[in-house]
């Protein structure tokens, strides 16, 4: 493959997201996006900018995340201006692993229940104040969606009352 049919290639799905992120964005009051600072969650926080250049990125704080990756948030954070807004759990690591143990290795369900689902669940209902819905914007990758295809990342949208 050539270094033309790449670009053409890439162009192409870039292209496909921006559309879809036009009709998703576009007339709605309130939209927010999740994101973990992998490279799907970068591209997608730069390239909903280009639609709504405050629109809040939520970072959902889990409290083990790689002192790398904090960096990272940090610098892309700074450098595009993002409306970085951290989700924490209700409970630090120490105090979730003094009461339940190490969760994430005995019941991970559980754990992501308690340190990703229920801050961003939270986060997202205060974004639906005065009786406006918030438009939710997350990627999803092959292997995370749970249907094991290989079609590469997926925008995932909701809208949340």
């Keep these: 493959m050539t270094l033309a049919q790449i670009s053409g290639e890439v162009e192409v799905k870039l292209n496909r997201v921006r559309t879809i992120l036009a009709r998703e964005l576009t007339g709605v009051h309130q939209a927010c ?11 997608l926080a730069k ?9 809040p990125v939520l970072f959902l704080d889990t409290g083990y995340h790689f002192a790398e990756t904090y960096t990272y948030r940090d610098r892309i ?3 595009w201006r993002l409306n970085l807004i951290n989700l924490l759990p209700e409970k630090t690591v120490a105090e979730q692993e003094t009461e339940r143990g190490l969760l994430y290795q005995s019941a991970p369900d ?12 939270y986060k997202r209902q205060g974004l ?14 092959q292997g995370q969606s749970g249907q094991g295809q290989d079609d ?9 009352v």
């Design 33 to 43: 996006l999740t994101c973990s600072f992998q490279a799907e969650d970068v591209l």
């Design 47 to 55: 390239l909903s900018q280009e639609y709504d250049p405050a629109i």
């Design 77 to 79: 954070a700074r450098e």
């Design 110 to 121: 559980q754990c992501c229940k308690l340190r990703k689902v229920e801050p961003d669940v």
């Design 128 to 141: 639906t104040t005065a009786g406006r819905s918030a438009q939710t914007l997350a990627s999803i990758c």
């Design 152 to 160: 590469g990342c997926l925008l995932y949208t909701s809208r949340c």
